[in-house]
């Protein structure tokens, strides 16, 4: 039951600072007029250039093979679509799957394999375990049991550091996206409450503007950036690890297992964290540290969410068996050793893909209510996963695979060996992470993975330089892009609160995009050497 002393904190945060209709639709992504014209004007052109640069690719005269020439073609014509987006991405995708078989590259089977991928199934297992999560309020009760921890409602900065360790711990299982759009609103109850003790302190004057406030761009930045960094932590954590490392084990014939993967990024995603918090509270200094009320809030959430349920239940057995299992195979390489019979057993039988959909299946076998014959899930809610993303991993696994198979990477690969000069593994690696921020900063980070990696992995190969950890740098590198609202969905969404100045992102963003690459191209083959991978 709620005390009386929550439903006024609550009535107070509801209450505080009656504002125009432009405060009060808080967390609605909104385009200036100016923004409005520009994805107009971005999206037109796309339409034009992308046949354009196709037809104009088709005619110049390359001199390499028919095949090769063909789906070089298409491929500009797709990656222009990407980052014009005058049709969604996947749909892009399509056009040039659609394409390659119209223009004889090849035969539909050979197109189309790729979507019968292991990573596909890898994709839609935990995209339904997530929405489980998200539905049920198993993500939130863990956002509500760290904000609780003792001491974090008292300090600004240690709220502002529980929402990072709660974006990155959810993000690495969570889509970045559904992570900040389901902390959004708490976030903004919190900041309405230190609003109000500001104006209380006489810290800011009585008609300051509650969003304009150093403290809420800092939260939301957080938010942000957080998810994306937390992503990194596991091979489902975001689309462009899966995409990247996809493309990696298609060229390579190299397996990155999902072990192996985290213990790689852990100690990167642990610096980065502290990074970010560095970068965000020193470019954007709290206003006020000690706080009153923020507690009372969090106490007040907590009570709405009512006792842990039995879907709530259901949905974490089903989680944690499927991480478990997903597990397993580097552990029994870890004691057996990489060459073992038990590994190669254990590794076919528990293939990340099976072992998803069956963890994923879980959700429609354990009951909510026997009697009803009501599961944990519908289909209804599995409907809802992201297909889109699912679509555009598969193309992009297409264009990898024919790249491959036609021999246009190798070409590719000489040909900017040659122009480039990157000759060190390190070059390359500081390359691949300043090409995919770069692309990242514009198209989306999944789309930016897609493009860059297929590029990086032929330039190493024509290097004589094994191309896993530039490959994987740039996977890594794909998931930045903090410095504009277009450069990721939940730097939109944040900025669509109205309380993160479009300067104020350029800047932290900037600073966070130099120092998280750094980390990556001096960690990540550190990591990767140790892990053995290389």
Known sequence: MTSTADKRTRTDVDQAFMRPATYRSLGEQQLSEQEERFEKGRRTVGLVLAPLATIVMLLLPLGIEDQQHTLAAVLVGVVVLWITEPVPIPIGGFIGVGAIVLLGVVTADEALAPFGSSTVFTFIGAFILAQAMLKHGLAKRFAMFV????????????????????????????????????????????????????????????????????????????????????????????????????????????????????????????????????????????????????????????????RFSVAERNTLIAFVTTVTLWIVPGIVGIVAGTDSSAYETVGTRLDEGVVAVLGAALLFLLPTSWKDREFTLRWSDAAKID???????????????????????????NGAFDKLGLASTFAITAFAVALAILVSETTSNTASAAVVVPIIIPIAIAAGINPLVPALAATFAASFGFMLPVSTPQNAIVYGSGTVPITTMIRSGFSFDIMGAILIVILLPVMADLVGLV
């Open 147 to 306: 904000l609780n921890a003792p001491g974090v409602g008292s300090s600004t900065f240690r709220v502002i550091l529980a929402f990072g360790v709660i974006t990155c711990a959810l993000s690495a299982f969570v889509s970045n996206t559904a992570t900040v759009a389901m902390l959004l609103p708490t976030a903004i109850g919190i900041l309405t409450v230190i609003a109000k003790l500001m104006q209380d302190q006489g810290i800011v004057a009585e008609d300051f503007d509650p969003l304009r406030v150093r403290v809420g761009a800092a939260l939301m930045l957080m938010l942000a950036y957080g998810a994306s960094v937390g992503g990194l932590l596991t091979p489902v954590g975001s689309p462009p690890n899966l995409i990247g490392r996809g493309l990696i084990e298609e060229a390579t014939g190299e397996k990155i297992s999902f072990l192996d993967w985290m213990m790689i990024a852990a100690p990167i995603c642990a610096l980065m964290f502290v990074a970010l918090a560095v970068v965000i509270l020193l470019l954007n200094k709290p206003e006020i540290r000690e706080l009153h009320g923020v507690e009372e809030y969090v106490d007040a959430e907590r009570a709405d969410m009512g």
């Open 387 to 413: 297909w889109g993303t699912i679509v555009l991993f598969g193309t992009g696994i297409i264009f990898g695979s024919l790249l491959e198979s036609t021999g246009l990477a190798e070409t590719m690969g």
